[in-house]
């Protein structure tokens, strides 16, 4: 990880699987702050009241799904959401994917253990999707603002060869 603490929230009602998770974080402790918390509605109040960097959320939680901690479609996410569950079924993780899940893991000794390691890289893929769409959203506007330029614009190759005219290159020719 790097130096900046990261804030993680982990919503897992089952207190031993918790515990093994903060235990995996120990040695990052300098650089994490880990809140845990045991249902939708702790986990909704914690992320209201300081949005996270990152969500693990236990898929079955006493009182939902952990899939509701994903924020809407269309609306722009402000934290990746990783779902964990002990069963693993394949549908289930495609609609949690579906869903906006940045990734879905099985419950394992092992996993749970190593959830330090999948922290470090959902946030780095986290990292990347936001860039990208950062770069997309700037494209969009350098593009409109071609498309609606009082000076003509033509794109050429190096051969010469007319690949863009904007509208007013086409008014004026």
């Not at 040695?27 to 994490?32: L, Y």
């Not at 996993?111 to 890289?121: E, H, V």
């Amino acid at each position: 990880m790097t130096d900046a603490t990261i804030h993680i929230l982990l919503v897992e009602d089952e207190s031993h699987h918790a515990e093994l998770i903060r235990r995996s974080f120990n040695d990052r402790r300098s650089h994490v702050k880990l809140d845990i918390a045991v249902d939708l509605q702790s986990a909704r109040l914690s992320i209201a009241s300081a949005i996270p960097d990152l969500v693990i959320a236990d898929l079955r939680l006493p009182d939902g799904d952990g899939t509701e901690l994903i924020p809407p479609a269309g609306q722009d996410s402000v934290y990746p959401v990783v779902i964990m569950t002990s069963q693993g079924h394949e549908e289930v993780a495609v609609q949690a994917m579906k869903a906006g899940a940045l990734d879905y893991v099985v419950k394992s000794e092992t996993t749970l253990k190593d959830l330090p390691r999948i922290a470090d890289r959902s946030l780095r893929e986290w990292t990347h999707i936001v860039a990208r769409k950062a770069a997309e959203e700037q494209l969009r506007k350098l593009s409109r603002a071609v498309e609606q330029s009082p000076v003509a614009v033509l794109i050429s190759n190096t051969a010469g060869n007319i690949e863009y005219v904007n509208p007013k290159f086409t008014e004026i020719t």
